[in-house]
């Protein structure tokens, strides 16, 4: 009896070592897809003029000025609960999160860097936030006259934009919405965009031409894109926000892009 228990003890023991390796192998071929699955579209670079062409935005988005940017691959989607959830092992700093496709927000710009550091180390790939010019080229659709990303059309833009008007001031799962000609979702509203650029109200009046890099000097960093509570203004590819680089706030994500094509 005691042989034939120890038996069963064995069997039971290996079945559950077996299905726990099963199980850990699930998850991480799980982590592994959503640290893969970050999809990118390729941006031809190329020149345009830079800030509000309309007359109706604030004074640190002007004056025009010419920049020309390098080809690069901006993601498709603003990055997910579930891909952060895959490299970070955590729960988003503010745990504001609704689901795995609703972008990462609540996170900071400092947050954003840890992420895209262990990112790099696991994917072997070299991720990183879009410039402020590169976000703005991408979000006119290669640089071309839209006020809104997709859209010129204020009759128009809740097809392109999850925001205050168009979702009540709820985040979307990303991509529910129309992309732009380049086939970027969500680049108006569902959650503010971290850039890689340092904040100045007048660094547009001594902008480089060819890859502009922001201010070296400054503390705050840039937010771009609007959100899923914002106003139809904010929501204007010219439009300029900024935080300090460590507060954490509800409805801000991030994009991610890669460099050359």
């Given at each position: 009896?005691?042989?034939?228990?120890?038996?069963?003890?064995?069997?039971?023991?290996?079945?559950?070592?077996?299905?726990?390796?099963?199980?850990?192998l699930m998850t991480r071929q799980a982590?592994?897809?959503?640290?893969?699955?970050?999809?990118?579209?390729?941006?031809?670079?190329?020149?345009?003029?830079?800030?509000?062409?309309?007359?109706?935005?604030?004074?640190?988005?002007?004056?025009?000025?010419?920049?020309?940017?390098?080809?690069?691959?901006?993601?498709?989607?603003?990055?997910?609960?579930?891909?952060?959830?895959?490299?970070?092992?955590?729960?988003?700093?503010?745990?504001?999160?609704?689901?795995?496709?609703?972008?990462?927000?609540?996170?900071?710009?400092?947050?954003?860097?840890?992420?895209?550091?262990?990112?790099?180390?696991?994917?072997?790939?070299?991720?990183?936030?879009?410039?402020?010019?590169?976000?703005?080229?991408?979000?006119?659709?290669?640089?071309?006259?839209?006020?809104?990303?997709?859209?010129?059309?204020?009759?128009?833009?809740?097809?392109?934009?999850?925001?205050?008007?168009?979702?009540?001031?709820?985040?979307?799962?990303?991509?529910?919405?129309?992309?732009?000609?380049?086939?970027?979702?969500?680049?108006s509203g569902n959650a503010w965009e971290?850039?890689?650029?340092?904040?100045?109200?007048?660094?547009?009046?001594?902008?480089?031409?060819?890859?502009?890099?922001?201010?070296?000097?400054?503390?705050?960093?840039?937010?771009?894109?609007?959100?899923?509570?914002?106003?139809?203004?904010?929501?204007?590819?010219?439009?300029?926000?900024?935080?300090?680089?460590?507060?954490?706030?509800?409805?801000?994500?991030?994009?991610?892009?890669?460099?050359?094509?």
């Open positions: 009896m005691k042989s034939t228990k120890r038996t069963e003890q064995r069997y039971l023991l290996a079945a559950f070592s077996l299905l726990f390796v099963y199980m850990l982590q592994g897809a959503a640290i893969t699955d970050i999809k990118t579209v390729v941006v031809t670079g190329g020149c345009f003029m830079m800030g509000d062409q309309a007359g109706s935005g604030g004074y640190d988005e002007r004056p025009v000025h010419e920049v020309c940017v390098d080809d690069f691959r901006m993601g498709v989607f603003e990055v997910t609960e579930e891909q952060w959830y895959a490299v970070m092992a955590s729960d988003l700093p503010l745990h504001s999160g609704h689901g795995p496709g609703y972008p990462a927000n609540g996170v900071s710009w400092s947050d954003v860097r840890e992420y895209i550091t262990r990112l790099n180390r696991r994917s072997g790939l070299n991720y990183r936030l879009p410039t402020e010019a590169e976000w703005e080229y991408a979000a006119r659709s290669g640089g071309k006259l839209q006020m809104y990303s997709g859209s010129n059309d204020e009759k128009t833009l809740a097809d392109y934009a999850c925001s205050r008007v168009s979702c009540s001031g709820t985040a979307l799962p990303v991509g529910q919405k129309k992309p732009n000609a380049l086939g970027l979702y969500d680049m971290w850039v890689q650029d340092r904040y100045d109200p007048y660094y547009y009046r001594q902008s480089p031409k060819n890859n502009p890099q922001g201010d070296p000097f400054g503390i705050n960093r840039i937010l771009r894109g609007g959100g899923s509570d914002s106003v139809n203004g904010q929501l204007r590819t010219s439009y300029r926000e900024y935080l300090a680089p460590t507060v954490r706030r509800d409805g801000v994500g991030f994009r991610l892009l890669l460099p050359g094509r």
